[in-house]
């Protein structure tokens, strides 16, 4: 018989601990963040901590006194909530350079290409069927985005 | 004073860490010859009797490796050790899913030798686990046919991303009220190159369907990377 071995393997990017000591040592905040992590948005956090691995790489590359605006494209062929990635922002923006910012989600539409007659299209439900054909072999050319689309600063 | 405001162009992939590292993890399993697929499903839906089900067939032609990834419990691996296959406990602590980094990290708890398939087990959820590569070669979704004829439709992301869907319990479906012609159309609608299996674990109908399909894909793999 073989023996279960068991990790803890906690998300590095919605990590509290790991959050804590990079961004703050303000408790109330290290709470804050571990009712979120625990209650809900988990998902949304695991993103923004991609979010700010770009933040933090883009302004290591340029004068940066403060952000002012991160926008998103999210895709509505993910599922990423908006609601739910501005209150994890705020959270994630306490005691940064990124504090007042101010966070734009653009959702991306679902468009798909069909592979019989090349359509291009809406796909209004996410039940692929071309208009035209009625094929239904439909290649996803949009809507699959999570980016960081463009940061504003001073 | 003049202000120095001003726009930066960025268009980063927000998951590029974890994709990065998926891919990583696909290559490891493109070198060993191990076909590695991603077991989704709800809390309950039978994606570990499905295993408990599936591997003391599997075992008797191939190798097979297990990752269980779970909230807090070992109880999942411990039904999968015994049946006599290697098996790790992933506890993500609280998180709704796999990443690919946690599953680099129990890579090397096992033979490479001797691995044909790599089952990975994610946390039960619907939502958060379809956004994160592991490196596997494909998704299979498990569903219990009592959660409602209307779950395609309304997790459609995790439906658009497997190649197979598992749909348990079939033994109560004369207790419900589903409607299996338009769960499977709207399965199909969503993604038309999906395989369906119906299956109940409790009584066995259906699995030998399942087990010789997954079997054939081991094959399949091994051939087309060898």
Redesign the interface.
């Known amino acids: 018989?073989?023996?279960?071995?068991?990790?803890?393997?906690?998300?590095?990017?919605?990590d509290a601990t790991a959050l804590f000591s990079r961004q703050s040592e303000n408790a109330e905040l290290y709470r804050f963040v571990q009712y979120l992590?625990?209650r809900y948005n988990?998902?949304e956090m695991?993103?923004m901590g991609?979010?700010f691995?770009?933040i933090e790489?883009?302004i290591s590359q340029?004068e940066v006194?403060r952000v002012?605006q991160v926008k998103?494209k999210v895709g509505e062929?993910?599922?990423?909530e908006p609601d739910a990635l501005q209150m994890v922002f705020e959270a994630f923006c306490k005691d940064t350079i990124c504090e007042g910012a101010e966070l734009i989600v653009e959702r991306v539409p679902v468009r798909g290409r069909c592979r019989t007659c090349q359509l291009e299209f809406t796909v209004p439900?996410?039940?692929?069927?071309c208009p035209n054909c009625q094929n239904?072999?439909i290649e996803?050319i949009q809507g699959e985005e999570?980016?960081?689309?463009?940061?504003?600063?001073? | 004073m003049e202000s120095n405001r001003r726009e930066i162009e960025v268009m980063a992939n927000l998951l590029s860490s974890n994709d990065i590292q998926a891919e990583v993890n696909r290559a490891h399993f493109r070198k060993n010859n191990c076909l590695a697929i991603n077991v989704l499903g709800s809390p309950g839906a039978g994606k570990t009797s499905l295993l408990e089900k599936t591997l003391p067939l599997l075992i008797v032609d191939m190798h097979v490796g297990v990752i269980e990834g779970d909230i807090f419990t070992s109880k999942d691996a411990d039904r999968i050790a015994a049946h006599e296959v290697p098996v790790i406990q992933i506890n993500t602590g609280g998180g709704c899913h796999l990443d690919s980094k946690m599953v680099s990290k129990v890579l090397p708890e096992f033979n490479w030798q001797a691995t044909d398939l790599m089952i990975i087990e994610n946390v039960g959820n619907l939502v958060c686990p379809a956004d994160f590569d592991l490196g596997e070669a494909f998704k299979v979704i498990v569903l219990s046919i009592v959660e409602g004829d209307d779950k395609p439709a309304k997790y459609p992301v995790i439906f658009r991303n497997a190649k197979a869907v598992v749909l348990n319990k079939m033994d109560l479906e004369a207790l419900t009220d589903v409607n299996m012609e338009n769960m499977k159309q709207d399965i199909l609608a969503i993604n038309p190159d999906i395989q369906i299996f119906e299956v109940s674990c409790r009584n066995g109908n259906g699995l030998q369907a399942w087990i010789s399909w997954l079997s054939q894909e081991v094959t399949t793999y091994q051939e087309n990377n060898g």
Do not use: D, W
């Open positions: 018989m073989f023996n279960t071995r068991v990790l803890t393997l906690v998300a590095e990017s919605c992590e625990t988990v998902h695991s993103l991609g979010v691995e770009v790489q883009t340029h006194k002012l998103l062929l993910t599922n990423a439900t996410m039940f692929f069927l239904t072999s996803v999570l980016l960081l689309e463009s940061l504003e600063v001073e």
